[in-house]
């Protein structure tokens, strides 16, 4: 077999498509809706994720993944429907992490039992909490990690070993992690979904989602989702391509950025708590060290004085209050004002999100630029 190459070489160069005709050194663009039907082939046709395009950033991210296969979507949440979905029927039973990606959840509770499908929501980082969950009819346990806005990190060992066990499929979202800072395959997990709007896309302007696991379990996805659609369009996906050529360096920009802030903001007088698990203060330091290379560019903090929050927000110059994440660009958002928004103060509390908590995607600005930022921030209010 051939040696892998580094993560760098593979970003820029895995699966892309070879301009045999004209030579020229980017993949070329496929925009055809209509193939020729020859014997033996497989019909080419966009919603059937199989046009040449797809195929290729497919094996882009099945590569960094190490997976055997990978699939594109037009969202996040397309990629994660389908790869449930594909699997469920009627009666069935899936054990989820609760601290997971609004919209996921707001999927889970809206649409689950519409379908009769039972879920269970977990609310502990224990392995023996989700094993007690597991009935007869589970089939799949769901888990998100770092989670969503608290960075909650959950060991994928444990998970995959339980999942094996019961004969349940396993899937995380890599969403925050990217999979430059943590391959979950290589624990035995056996589906990886991500929102590519975030790291994958990483310039705030491509919405997209993707799937990678085995030849097995993606053939079964598609022949599913060739009825729920969900097909990225073809201008997409190639834009998709050329922006993960430069993943691995963005990331790992991003990684050192947050870790640099998180350790900064840890010694702020404003600060009364920092997420990261890059941090010796985080909770499940040892664990992420282990199955993490880095640890991200996404963070969270609060604010001593909860009332500061919007204030402090709008003092910042360089770095921006917006929703998303994982773009170039340095973005915060108050989860209790966001995404968190429609649950009620009581239940946020629970969940551990105060009204001071401030959600931080770090960028690959020049890292004193925003610690200044910052320190100017703090210094009004
Ligand atoms: C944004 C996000 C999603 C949803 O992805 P969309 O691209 O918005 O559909 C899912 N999981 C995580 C962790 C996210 O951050």
């Not at 053939?219 to 990225?232: A, E, F, H, R, T």
Request: proline letters at 3%; a neutral charge.
């Amino acid at each position: 077999m051939e040696k892998k190459k580094g993560l760098n070489t593979r970003s820029v160069h895995d699966g892309e498509l070879i301009d045999d005709l004209y030579e020229g050194a980017v993949s070329p663009i496929y925009l055809s809706t209509a193939y020729n039907y020859s014997e033996g082939d497989d019909d080419k046709y966009p919603r059937y994720f199989n046009t040449p395009n797809q195929l290729a950033l497919s094996n882009k991210i099945a590569s960094l993944e190490n997976c055997e296969k990978g699939l594109v979507f037009g969202s996040g949440i397309a990629a994660i429907f389908a790869s449930m979905f594909s699997f469920l029927k009627s009666g069935d039973h899936v054990v989820f992490q609760s601290s997971l990606y609004g919209g996921t959840i707001n999927m889970v509770v809206k649409e689950f039992k519409k379908f009769n499908i039972e879920y269970s929501l977990v609310e502990s980082l224990e392995i023996n909490d989700y094993q007690k969950e597991i009935k007869s009819n589970t089939k799949i346990i769901y888990v998100e990690t770092p989670s969503n806005p608290l960075l909650q990190v959950i060991d994928l060992k444990e998970v995959s070993v339980l999942a094996k066990k019961h004969k349940l499929l396993s899937i995380i979202d890599n969403t925050f992690a990217s999979p430059i800072n943590q391959n979950p395959s290589d624990f035995g997990i056996d589906i990886v979904v991500h929102s590519a709007t975030k790291y994958l896309g990483g310039h705030s302007d491509i919405l997209a989602g993707a799937i990678a696991s085995s030849k097995t379990i993606i053939d079964k996805i598609v022949s599913s989702s060739i009825n729920y659609g969900g097909n990225l369009s073809e201008h997409t996906v190639w834009l998709l391509e050329r922006s993960m050529k430069t993943l691995c360096i963005r990331v790992n920009a991003q990684s050192e950025n947050a870790l640099r802030i998180a350790n900064f903001l840890e010694k702020n007088k404003n600060v009364s708590i920092v997420n990261y698990p890059g941090l010796q203060s985080h909770p499940q330091y040892d664990l992420s060290k282990k199955q993490m290379r880095g640890f991200g560019g996404m963070l969270s903090f609060a604010l001593k004085d909860e009332k500061k929050v919007n204030q402090f927000t709008r003092f910042l110059k360089i770095i921006k209050p917006a929703g998303s994440l994982g773009g170039v660009e340095s973005t915060i958002t108050s989860p209790a004002l966001t995404s968190h928004a429609k649950i009620s103060k009581e239940q946020r509390e629970k969940f551990g999100i105060s009204e001071g908590l401030l959600r931080f995607s770090v960028g690959i600005e020049d890292y004193q630029d925003l610690e200044d930022d910052l320190t100017q921030a703090f210094n009004k209010i």
